[in-house]
T-cell receptor
Framework: GQNIDQPTEMTATEGAIVQINCTYQ??????LFWYQQHAGEAPTFLSY????GLEEKGRFSSFLSRSKGYSYLLLKELQMKDSASYLC??????????FGTGTRLLVSP | EADIYQTPRYLVIGTGKKITLECSQT?????MYWYQQDPGMELHLIHY???????EKGDLSSESTVSRIRTEHFPLTLESARPSHTSQYLC???????????FGPGTRLTVT
């Protein structure tokens, strides 16, 4: 079976740093994606990890440990527009993705 | 910039009607996907295609059908809509390298 776990909701204040965790148990692993999804909109790509370690892209960083089945997304210098759901997705096979339920992040002033 | 389009964006129809949700992409991607997402829930893959004349059912059982006659076009059809089909339907396409999927804006379907 496929199991991807993320916290349901997180809150943080503007300017702070927040870490969103994702643990997975899947039948295959060929990479992990993070997507951002604003309410009522389509998911947009944030980051991709296929090897262990940290990938940094501006205010966003993503980390992967394949041996632990664990990833996190780190958001720095939070802005109000970062309020959204953050989806962890594992590429399990030939270009198929399995998505977690997403973490709803609320950024307050 | 991803160019993937879905129409209609919103649709309210009565039970028993036949509907087709349109999805088109101009990126030349071979792979295309349909997902179903209920509010606050995860995306579930219901259909995918790896190229023209290739279609497969996804992980979530669905009463819908799809076709792939042209690379850029991947419509989804419900022969007889029911209230249980009320959901958001998201279309996506991917490149061949990282399997990065680009999503369309979605169709929010309500069946009354």
């Amino acid at each position: 079976g496929q199991n991807i776990d993320q916290p349901t909701e997180m809150t943080a204040t503007e300017g702070a740093i927040v870490q969103i965790n994702c643990t997975y148990q899947t039948s295959g692993f060929n990479g992990l994606f993070w997507y951002q999804q604003h309410a009522g909109e389509a998911p947009t790509f944030l980051s991709y990890n296929v090897l262990d370690g940290l990938e940094e892209k501006g205010r966003f960083s993503s980390f992967l440990s394949r041996s632990k089945g664990y990833s996190y997304l780190l958001l720095k210098e939070l802005q109000m527009k970062d309020s959204a759901s953050y989806l962890c997705a594992v590429r399990t096979g030939f270009q198929k993705l399995v998505f977690g339920t997403g973490t709803r992040l609320l950024v307050s002033p | 910039e991803a160019d993937i389009y879905q129409t209609p964006r919103y649709l309210v129809i009565g039970t028993g009607k036949k509907i087709t949700l349109e999805c088109s992409q101009t990126m030349g991607h071979d792979k295309m996907y349909w997902y179903q997402q209920d509010p606050g829930m995860e995306l579930h893959l219901i259909h995918y295609s790896y190229g023209v004349n290739s279609t497969e059912k996804g992980d979530l059982s669905s009463e819908s059908t799809v076709s792939r006659i042209r690379t850029e076009h991947f419509p989804l059809t419900l022969e007889s809509a029911r209230p249980s089909h009320t959901s958001q339907y998201l279309c996506a396409s991917s490149d061949s390298n990282r399997a990065l999927q680009y999503f369309g804006p979605g169709t929010r379907l309500t069946v009354t």
